[in-house]
C-alpha cells in the first residue's frame, strides 16, 4: 500500500473544460485551492471551506461537487468542468451567462460561478423546469446580493431560449 506523507507532493492530472491539465498537490490540499493556486482558474471561489455557501461548484465527471470538500488527488484521471469552461469563447457569453447579465442576476459576483454551475448542471438534464425547482436548486447556494429573485428569473428565462435553441447551439 502507497503510504503519502503530508508534505509529500503527488502528480495530478486530470482534463479542465476539455484541455489536459497536470500538476502535483499535497495529499491534503483542496481541489478549490489547487484549481486555484497552481491552475489559475480563479473563478471557482472560496468561501465557506465547508460544503455550504456552493461558490465552489464545479462538475466532476458529470456530477455537481463541491471543491471544498474534494481533495484535488481525488480528480485524478477525471474528467471537470468549472465556469472557465461556460463561455464558448473568450468574446462571447452563454445563454445562461447572457440571462444572468439581462436580469442583473449578479451583484458582487462572489457566488456566480457557483450558481452558474449549478444551474448549467440542471438545465442540461432537465430543460423545462419549474420556477419551484430552480428555487430548490438554489437552495445549495447562498448569495448575500439578490435575492435570488433575479437569479430565479435568469435561470427561467435562460431554460426558455435553451429549449428553442438547436441541439448543436445548446449552451452556446
Ligand atoms: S467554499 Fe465550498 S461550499 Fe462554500
Ligand atoms: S452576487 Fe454577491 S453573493 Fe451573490
Sequence with gaps: MTRFSAQTKVPVCFTLNGKAVEGEAEPRMLLSDFLRQQIGATGTH??????????????????????????????DGCDLRTVEGLAPSPDRLGILQRAFRRNHALQCGFCTGGILMSLDHYLRRRPTPREEDIRDLLSGHLCRCTGYSPIVRAALEAAAELATASEENTHA
Design 46 to 75: 472560496v468561501g465557506c471551506e465547508h460544503g455550504v455557501c456552493g461558490a465552489c461548484t464545479v462538475v466532476v465527471d458529470g456530477m455537481l461537487t463541491r471543491a471544498c470538500l474534494t481533495l484535488a488527488l481525488q480528480v
